[in-house]
Structures are given as structure tokens and as C-alpha cells.
């Protein structure tokens, strides 16, 4: 080794960030948290990088670099990186010193060590415990990563840098945000002093390709007599929500919901943090808004709610009811503004309804409970449940009907079924979606009356043929 110059460790610097997964699941380790290909660089590699970055940021003028395009601004620091490595006489392969660029450009310009996993679109979330600890969910299920950043300090300018897009902010004074990426994909952040091992960002990320029914019934979350019934549903404006758990894929299903709106129609939407993707021309988007410094100007989601009934709208979609706004959202349903659709968490549509009377009453509301079922099932016409299987795939598992009440009691029918039969020797859950028999739904006058009556009772009939065969 020549004196002067300094050593740099070649081991695992041209390997991928994380290996895609296996068309085969390999056998989980000791603590059942499947681990991707384990690429976490050396000390010497961190050290190196700071080295490195901190003269680049001593020789760039960075109020020039912030006037030039994405790819200009790229090229200019790829340049200086390769001057202050000749320079300071650092060895390694050219394979090395690509990724060594690319690592430090995504640190200047972009999100840092994240930038390789929202390249991919097969990853659903992506999970930041810390500067040293990086989870990913592929195909439903969560792997670890040998994705690392440079200490919590590098994570939480990054975590400031995503969140100061949309005007907000995050640090010790309000260490709690929701953001979202310019591709609508959802951001959760949370910094100590409430999180004691470093920040903690989650990131739930949306396809580049927006999924659709038919692609739905592709992957066997639903079949196609199930997906004709939506379609009817979302085209006939029935009032909708979809229930599920964390992941289950509400937003997804009533992103694929809304596909089928006219597009004469005026669609106002509410959310925490912008993630629907309505492709219809006639949309207006609404955000809510945290309060600032001094504890004022907020703006809450039933602010934003009450506020679109003054906005002539003809559907309002509220991304995720989770509190008063379900009331207002209520209202809404049941003064003309058919077809409005809202998600909300739940394990079964009639626990769904359980929670919407519950925010309805947390909301400071002194309505008898009688009298917020009525409400209920004035308003809401169908829950659509989405699941996610433990196996990793997502099913919509139930289409429910509110039939109206039989003394205090609200009366629900299902329409449409997913029955779980067992599992294969790959830990595949086997099961089946299936009719249960309803010829004639209480949405059907509502389908007459967008000339839809004859594809559903097609769907319908289609669904009970299969059915019965599947049971002889």
C-alpha cells in the first residue's frame, strides 16, 4: 500500500441496496422477520463518505446549486466528488466510486439512503427505526434491510426535508407529523424526544400504476361477478364506506371505487394527508392542517367536511373517518349527497358501524343512541371489508348491505363473501369468495336507476352458479 493514501474497504459496495424477493420464500430466521440480502457497509465506508461530504459542502455554492435542474445540479456535484477524491487520494473501484456518487447525490438532492426504495415498486412500506434499522413489506410481507443511515441526525433532516414540502414541520417542540412524498404516498413521522432510539419514519408508498378492478380480480382479491357488483356500487352512487385494518388496502379499494364516477360529476375531497388519486376532471382537494407554533390554526377534518357542504359538491370522499367528522359525513349522506364514500378502521362491517356510533358519541354529540342508528342506516348503504391474510395477500371479504333497524338493533345483510378453507403446504391461505344467495339487494332500485339492474343481476347470478358448483 502506498503511504498517503488511504484505504477503502471493497467488500459489498458494488452489491445492490436489497435483493428483490425470491420467487420462493426462503426459510425465516431465528426471529421470523424475513431478512433480505444483508449489504450493510463498513465503518471505513461511512467514515470515508463523511470525509467527503463534508468538503463537498465546504466547496459548493449551494444557493447556485439550488437554481439548476435536478440533473444539472447532479452532474455538478458527480464533478466535485470525483475532484475532492483525486485529491485526497482515496483508492477504490470504479464500481465503488458509482455508488459512493449516487449515495451522496441522494443525500444532497433527494431523501439519502431511501431514494433506492421508492425506486421500487414492489415495496408497499417501508419502516425507519432509527439511523440503524430499515424494514420493507414485499408482497404483504415485512423483510429487514441492510439499509443503514449515517447517524439519527442524517434521518432527521431527511425526516424535515420530506414534511417541509407540504409547509410543515417536525422537531422537538412538535414531534409528531403526517406528510406525504409527491407521488401521494403517505408519510408518518416521529422524533424524541417520544421516540427514544431516533426518529421513526414510515412510509406507506403508493404503485407508480394505479391498480384497478380488473387488476384486483388479477391478483384474487376479488372474482369477477364481486368486481361488477363494485362497479355497479361506485357507478350507481351508493353511499359506501370500506372498512379493513392497518394495511388491508381501504385507500387502494376506494381509489378503485372512484374510478367509476362520471366525470360530469363534482367530487370535493377531505383528507390528513392528500393520498386519493381521482383521475376525474372535476375534483377538488382538501387537506387539514396542524396547528402552528403558537397552538393556533388548525384545521381539523370536520372543519373540512362542514366546510364542502358550502361547495356544492355532488360526492364527498372523506380519506379516513376517525373521529367527529363521521357525524358531518353522515349529514352529508343523507342530504343529497349520494354516492359519498369514507374508509374507516374495523375487523367486520358490523363492528364498522359499532365505530362510526362510537366517534359519533366521542364527538360531544348528546344524541340518544337510537337515534344515531337511525342516522347510520339512513346514510350508509353498503361496507365493503377489505383484509389483509396473514399469508400476506389481500382479500375484500365482505359486501354488506344496511337493511335498517329491528328494534335498537341495526339489521345488516351480506351480499358478498370471501370463506377461508385452509392453507397449503407453502403457507398459502386457499379460499373462495362466494353469493350468499341475495337476488334482489336493497341497492337494486338504485342500479335501475343508472340502467344497471340488468349487469347486476348477471353478477348475481353468475356468483350463485359458481357457488353452487363450487359446493357440488
Not at 48 to 73: M, N, P
Not at 292 to 319: F, K, S
Not at 368 to 379: D, F, G, L, N, W
Amino acid at each position: 500500500m502506498e503511504t498517503g493514501r488511504t484505504p477503502f474497504p471493497s467488500d459489498g459496495l458494488g452489491a445492490p441496496l436489497v435483493s428483490a424477493p425470491a420467487a420462493t420464500r426462503p426459510p425465516a430466521p431465528a426471529n421470523n422477520v424475513p431478512s433480505s440480502v444483508d449489504t450493510r457497509r463498513s465503518e471505513s465506508y461511512y467514515e470515508t463518505k463523511g470525509t467527503i461530504f463534508g468538503a463537498l459542502i465546504e466547496a459548493i455554492d449551494l444557493a447556485q446549486l439550488a437554481r439548476l435542474d435536478v440533473d444539472s445540479a447532479r452532474e455538478e456535484i458527480r464533478d466535485i466528488v470525483n475532484e475532492i477524491i483525486a485529491i485526497k487520494s482515496i483508492v477504490m473501484s470504479i464500481a465503488e466510486q458509482e455508488d459512493l456518487l449516487d449515495d451522496i447525490c441522494n443525500d444532497v438532492l433527494g431523501f439519502g439512503p431511501l431514494e433506492p426504495l421508492l425506486a421500487r415498486d414492489d415495496i408497499a412500506d417501508i419502516m425507519v427505526n432509527g439511523s440503524g434499522t430499515v424494514y420493507i413489506e414485499v408482497q404483504g410481507k415485512i423483510q429487514k434491510t441492510g439499509i443503514r443511515f449515517r447517524d439519527n441526525q442524517q434521518l432527521l433532516n431527511i425526516c424535515q426535508r420530506i414534511v417541509s414540502q407540504i409547509g410543515r414541520r417536525v422537531d422537538e417542540s412538535s414531534p409528531i407529523c403526517d406528510a406525504r412524498l409527491p407521488d401521494g404516498s403517505r408519510v408518518n413521522t416521529i422524533v424524541p424526544p417520544l421516540a427514544i432510539d431516533g426518529p421513526a419514519l414510515t412510509i406507506r408508498k403508493f404503485k407508480k400504476d394505479k391498480l384497478t378492478l380488473a387488476q384486483l380480480v388479477k391478483f384474487g382479491s376479488i372474482t369477477p361477478q364481486g368486481a361488477e357488483i363494485l362497479r355497479i356500487i361506485g357507478r350507481s352512487r351508493v353511499n359506501t364506506l370500506v372498512s379493513g385494518g392497518t394495511g388491508s388496502g381501504k385507500t387502494t379499494l376506494l381509489n378503485c371505487l372512484t374510478q367509476f364516477i362520471d366525470d360530469d360529476e363534482r367530487i370535493i375531497t377531505c383528507e390528513d394527508a392528500a393520498e386519493l388519486q381521482l383521475q376525474q376532471p372535476h375534483v377538488v382537494r382538501l387537506e387539514t392542517r396542524p396547528p402552528n407554533l403558537e397552538g393556533e390554526g388548525q384545521v381539523t377534518m370536520r372543519d373540512l367536511v362542514r366546510n364542502c357542504l358550502r361547495m356544492r359538491p355532488e360526492r364527498i370522499i372523506v380519506g379516513e373517518v376517525r373521529g367527529p367528522e363521521a357525524f358531518d359525513l353522515l349529514q352529508a349522506m343523507n342530504t343529497g349527497h349520494d354516492g359519498s364514500m369514507g374508509t374507516l378502521h374495523a375487523n367486520n362491517p358490523r363492528e364498522a358501524l359499532s365505530r362510526l356510533e362510537s366517534m359519533i358519541t366521542m364527538g360531544g354529540f348528546s344524541l340518544p343512541s337510537r337515534t344515531i342508528r337511525e342516522m347510520i342506516c339512513a346514510s350508509v348503504d353498503v361496507v365493503i371489508q377489505a383484509a389483509r391474510l396473514r399469508d400476506g395477500s389481500r382479500k375484500i371479504t365482505h359486501v354488506t348491505e344496511v337493511m335498517g333497524m329491528e328494534g335498537d338493533v341495526i339489521v345488516t345483510q351480506d351480499v358478498f363473501l370471501y370463506d377461508m378453507e385452509g392453507e397449503d403446504a407453502k403457507g398459502t391461505i386457499i379460499g373462495r369468495h362466494r353469493s350468499t344467495g341475495i337476488g334482489h339487494p336493497r341497492f337494486w332500485d338504485r342500479a335501475r336507476y343508472y340502467g344497471e339492474e340488468k349487469n347486476l343481476a348477471a353478477a348475481l347470478d353468475a356468483s350463485d352458479a359458481g357457488s353452487d358448483a363450487m359446493r357440488t
